[in-house]
């Protein structure tokens, strides 16, 4: 019964940031495994960072994007530095009660909330 609204998104330049924000109702985010996950048009969903009892991040962004949470404000967050071209989709918060994950493997079935997403655009 998570609830997700994305915010943040929006156009930047090759090295810039951002940072999304995912507020979440119904549960505390300390209680729900939480992950991002991003669509560019033409390929499928991906996962890009998760946190629940671990903190993992597809290797394409290690480095580059944190993922944290603000259990007070019942938030969840994606730091994007450096940002690349190759970042450019829409990018969904996604949630599931309990802390374990699945794993970690950041499949998208595992997660039964969603947000509307936020689009990023990065040119070049």
């Known amino acids: 019964q998570v609830q997700l609204v994305e915010s943040g998104g929006g156009s930047v330049q090759a090295g810039g940031s951002l940072r999304l924000s995912c507020a979440a109702s119904?549960?505390?985010?300390?209680?729900?495994?939480m992950a991002w996950f991003r669509q560019a048009p033409g390929k499928e969903r991906e996962g890009v960072a998760l946190?629940?009892?671990?903190?993992k991040y597809a290797e394409s962004v290690k480095g580059r994007f944190t993922i944290s949470r603000d259990n007070a404000k019942n938030t969840l967050y994606l730091q994007m530095n450096s940002l690349k071209p190759e970042d450019t989709a829409m990018y969904y918060c996604?949630?599931?009660?309990?802390?374990?994950?699945?794993?970690?493997?950041?499949?998208?079935?595992?997660?039964?909330?969603w947000g509307q997403g936020t689009q990023v655009t990065v040119s070049s």
């Open positions: 119904g549960y505390q985010v300390s209680s729900v495994c």
């Open positions: 996604a949630a599931e009660p309990g802390i374990y994950c699945g794993g970690g493997s950041m499949n998208r079935f595992y997660f039964g909330s």
């Open positions: 946190s629940g009892i671990m903190i």
